[in-house]
């Protein structure tokens, strides 16, 4: 079974700092892995994936994620953060070897980000 | 190119009554998954849909609830005799064959009253 596990549930920042959301992940076979994030009362809007390739991936309103195989991370960066990233952040994985394709969400993050 | 398009946006039922979410996935999808999402929780896994085929309804509970896709048509997330504990946001994803991620709807919001 595949899991994803997001060990904070709310992350505060200051405007202009650097913010990292925890993701890690568990599967049996490769990971593809994703970043949404959600808006009061709306629906879940794809940041970002990794499938293969290189490690960092960037996404989109300047988040960036980094795939990390060996200790199964997948956090979520940006380098200086805006009050309106303000959000809840999911963090999903599909096992590459699945013929489903399901995706597993994990609890979700609060991010919070102080002017 | 519409995104994925549920309706309705609210729906309120009495405790007993039906509850039936519509989703329109986009154009070309022929995957559709279903999630639900209580209050400040993450989303659960409902059930995962081909084009008149179930592939994977793990996540949805044996009992009052069903979910379609017909060959021509929206997605249905039919719930029967609904009770307080259904009350919940159902979101609805579609993706094309072999892709990777998922595109959601803005979701359906269900009181039961």
């Known amino acids: 079974a595949q899991s994803v596990a997001q060990p904070e549930d709310q992350v505060n920042v200051a405007e202009g700092n650097p913010l990292t959301v925890k993701c890690t992940y568990s599967?049996?076979?490769?990971?593809?892995l994703f970043w949404y994030v959600q808006y009061p009362n709306r629906g879940l809007q794809f940041l970002l994936k990794?499938?293969?390739?290189?490690?960092l991936v960037k996404g989109s309103y300047g988040f960036e994620a980094e795939f990390n195989k060996s200790q199964t991370s997948f956090h979520l960066k940006k380098p200086s953060a805006l009050v309106s990233d303000s959000a809840l952040y999911f963090c999903a994985v599909r096992d590459a070897n699945n013929a489903g394709n399901m995706l597993t969400f994990g609890g979700g993050t609060r991010l919070m980000v102080k002017p | 190119n519409a995104g994925v398009m549920q309706n309705p946006r609210h729906l309120v039922r009495r405790r007993g009554q039906e509850a039936r979410l519509r989703c329109s996935p986009m154009k070309g999808h022929s995957h559709v998954y279903w999630y639900r999402q209580l209050p400040e929780e993450g989303l659960k896994f409902m059930v995962y849909?081909?084009?008149?085929?179930?592939?994977?309804e793990s996540g949805m509970p044996k009992e009052r609830f069903s979910a379609e896709f017909p060959k021509e048509g929206p997605s249905i997330l039919r719930i029967q005799q609904v009770v307080r504990g259904d009350s919940a946001a159902y979101f609805c994803?579609?993706?094309?064959?072999?892709?990777?991620?998922?595109?959601f709807g803005q979701g359906t919001r269900l009181t039961v009253v």
């Open positions: 990794y499938i293969t390739g290189d490690n």
């Open positions: 599967v049996s076979g490769n990971p593809y």
């Open positions: 849909l081909q084009k008149e085929n179930i592939i994977d």
């Open positions: 994803a579609s993706s094309p064959a072999n892709y990777y991620e998922a595109f």
